[in-house]
């Protein structure tokens, strides 16, 4: 990372902490330190949500409203501490009323105001369905208890199949913070995403909830050390990294191949790690357009 002046700094501290001015749905102007080099994703559509939580900004996500669910979320790593905490469901309330506080908040006891359940997934789309609330950006990439507090919003999650989560997607989440807390020096930049159904597109709880086909997520590490990395022959998975896992184990092999001497409970939900070269290229096929996770791949001169 290039070395900031004391302006540089103060500036820096001052993007992931709320102003007054402006609203945090519909511009990633307030959070773009949650991108590798202020860079946010290009070729995908949907909604800038900054994610705030406690007047601070903890994340940042792309949403659609149409699906009531993330298109991705973008954070930034540290190595987690504790316990994971209780999981208070939040909602986002601009998404509702563009007036509204910007903090996620606590869904109410009783009847939901009918603006939050029509702009917005709720936690009762997941109840009596097959499907589990499948974080983006996960707790477990967080050092604070807030940070790992803000992560569950409802619209940081997607529905995920249990075998997914908590069998070969929870894996590759613990080896990525395995990875970027082992070798990366200062900063890393996470973006997880989700990739639909080619055609149809599936639901929970009647038109809904959208339920993604695959999950994605890749990571950019701009500053690391060579020389450690070489000795532990790691050098394939930096500066970036990425993987595809299936969601749905009656899906085709063509991104994912299964791995039939998996465990049943497993069976189907496996995960590919790929150059991140490979990542862009299946979401080139899927969404019809170019996509670009990183700033000139994470590559630029460090």
Partial sequence: MPYLHATGLALLALASVWYPCGADVGDFSPCLNFFYKSWPPKGLSGTPICQRYENQYRFASLYRRQRRSPVFSAYIYS?????RPSSDWKFEPQLA????????????????DPNVVNSQAVKQDYHNTSFTRGHLNPSLHHETHTDRLSTFTLTNVVPQKEGSNNGPWEKLESAVNHTLGSYCVGEAYVVTGVIPYQEDVHWIKGHR??????LWSAYCCPKYNESILNAARLGEFFPTYAAIGRNDPNSTEEIVPIDRSSHKMFWGYDVKRMPLDTLEMYLKQRFGSVINVFYEKCLALR
């Fill in 79 to 83: 190595q987690p501490e504790g316990k």
């Fill in 97 to 112: 009323d563009a007036t509204a506080d910007g903090n996620m908040a606590l869904f109410p006891p009783g009847v939901l």
């Fill in 209 to 214: 909830v959208a339920v993604p086909e695959y």
